[in-house]
């Protein structure tokens, strides 16, 4: 008998390798499945994952693909047009076999932008399969996002920087709007080795972030109301080491309490008793404390540079003004996802800048105050 919850989603993914691989190299960083993987943790349980490539040509990718228990699929080179047909083609057709054959695997990823895949993302959607794309921004075919019922760009998933992108991080760090370290940070950083209770402040810390992040991709990817077993069923899928014990909590609605009362969530009576239901506050005073830090910190760098400052290394000068910030910990994934919430609610305004593939941030020059 299965120990598995039968509304759990079942995922499988089938990547194209050379297409999504080639993609990436374009773009300047090398393909990585850690990023996909956390983000497809939101959606359901991922129960089978196969990669198609003539693999002597992706030696350097193979490891980290093993290491995600990725199934190896090889299509041996002959030449380009008879290989590419080949991958796609055994592709298509395990994807076919196993939709016909598992109904229990209600969910297909096809990591691809080749618009080849079009006639079986319809086909997987005629047999009431739920199919998500994945894909690089720019190297995607039109034609093959609207096809599917949800599409990501690879290229925008959080932890995923392309070296330009990773370049002007680094260059900003130390650049002009760098403030001295806070005194609680030149006091921590001159304690030697820290405390346990230190070390336990910190990994709950973390533990928080990780648990509004989850929360927050568990609202975007399902409708209705999170409940706090699903929610520790997404958190176990990202590490199936997770253990609420690991932290000092009896149960994992102690460690949701916990939370509540730290003002990361709130929680609500739920269908089953000890199942709470799980939300973000409605009042968030530390969430409006981030957008003022971010927009002081804009208005700052303004004076500064005498011009608009870049997103990239934003987040990095941020820290230096306040060392505990994180976007994660208001259940954003990423911290352009937190700028445009801050823009949505008019504590700054952004311009994308398609010369320079970079966002702008600036303040009014009526709301900046002087730092």
């Known amino acids: 008998m299965s ?6 989603e079942r995922l499988a993914v089938f990547l194209d390798f050379e297409n999504v691989a080639i993609g990436s190299r374009d773009l300047g960083f090398q393909f990585e499945m850690a990023p996909l ?46 290989r590419k047909n080949a991958a796609d083609i055994k592709m298509a057709v395990d994807a076919m ?49 609207p096809s599917c019922d949800e599409f990501i760009f690879y290229d925008r998933l959080e932890s ?53 992040r989850t929360l927050s991709g568990l609202q975007r990817s399902q409708s209705g109301s999170v ?9 176990l899928r990202k590490d199936p080491t997770f253990d609420e014990a690991d932290y000092g909590f009896r149960a994992f609605t102690e460690l949701l309490r916990h939370l509540e009362s730290e003002g990361h969530i709130s929680l609500n009576e739920g269908s089953a008793p000890g199942d709470p239901e799980v939300d973000f506050p409605k009042k968030g005073k530390k969430e409006e404390e981030a957008f003022e830090l971010l927009r002081d910190t804009v208005a700052h760098l303004m ?21 505990g910030f994180s ?13 445009k919430a801050a823009s949505a609610r008019d504590y700054v305004n952004m311009d994308w800048e398609e010369e320079d593939q970079e966002y702008y941030l600036w303040v009014p020059e009526a709301d900046a105050k002087s730092d």
Do not use: M
């Open 160 to 212: 995923v920087q392309t070296k330009k992108q990773a370049e002007r991080r680094d260059t900003s760090k130390g650049g002009p709007g760098a403030s001295p370290k806070s005194k609680g940070s030149s006091k921590r950083s001159s304690a030697k080795g820290g405390s346990a209770e230190a070390k336990s402040k910190e990994d709950l810390s973390t533990l928080a972030r990780t648990v509004t």
């Open 97 to 145: 076999e196993l939709a016909l054959g598992r109904d229990f695997i209600g969910t297909y990823v096809i990591v691809s932008g080749d618009s080849d895949f079009t006639p079986l993302v319809n086909k997987l959607r005629e047999l009431d399969r739920r199919v998500i794309g994945v894909g690089l921004r720019g190297s995607t075919a039109n034609i093959l996002p």
């Open 303 to 323: 004076k500064e540079l005498g011009g608009d400052p870049p997103l990239s290394g934003l987040k990095d000068l941020l820290r230096k003004r306040d060392d």
């Open 3 to 8: 120990t598995h919850d039968s509304t759990e």
């Open 327 to 339: 976007e994660k910990e208001f259940g954003f994934s990423g911290f352009l996802q937190f700028c």
């Open 227 to 235: 409940l706090g077993s699903n929610l520790k069923r997404a958190l």
């Open 37 to 82: 993987l956390d983000a497809l943790a939101d959606r359901g349980r991922i129960v089978v994952k196969r990669a198609y490539a003539d693999w002597n040509l992706f030696r350097d990718h193979r490891r980290g693909l093993v290491d995600s228990n990725v199934e190896l699929i090889e299509i041996p080179q002959r030449s380009d047009s008879v």
